[in-house]
């Protein structure tokens, strides 16, 4: 089992900056490909970006170059910094866990509110 608490979100102005932050509790994190998702009001939840435990990243193609994804794998953290921050990027942002292997194993945290408004 592992728990995801989300932390960071919050009121930016377009062209702004905002860091999220996913503490990860539980066993075995760098078994994990970790990631960030997004859900805007009305819309389907989509993928932000992904990272493997070894470092290789996955990202959107409309946040390419505006954000980064990270993680600690001794700190059990994984992080997005969002920069140049648009306000079609305002949604509800949520952390992902899903084991490499034992793709069942799959967990969510329980959202941070990203607004970009001026």
């Known amino acids: 089992q592992v728990q995801l608490v989300e932390s960071g979100g919050g009121l930016v102005q377009p062209g702004g900056s905002l860091r999220l932050s996913c503490a990860a509790s539980?066993?075995?994190?760098?078994?994990?490909?970790m990631g960030w998702y997004r859900q805007a009001p009305g819309k389907q939840r989509e993928l932000v970006a992904t990272?493997?435990?070894?470092?290789?990243?996955n990202y959107a193609d409309s946040v390419k170059g505006r954000f980064t994804i990270s993680r600690d794998n001794a700190k059990n953290t994984v992080n997005l910094q969002m920069n140049s921050l648009k306000p079609e990027d305002t949604a509800v942002y949520y952390c992902?866990?899903?084991?490499?292997?034992?793709?069942?194993?799959?967990?969510w945290g329980q959202g941070t509110q990203v607004t970009v408004s001026s």
């Open positions: 992902n866990a899903e084991h490499m292997v034992f793709t069942h194993l799959n967990y």
């Open positions: 539980g066993s075995d994190f760098s078994g994990y490909v």
């Open positions: 990272i493997l435990s070894g470092g290789a990243t």
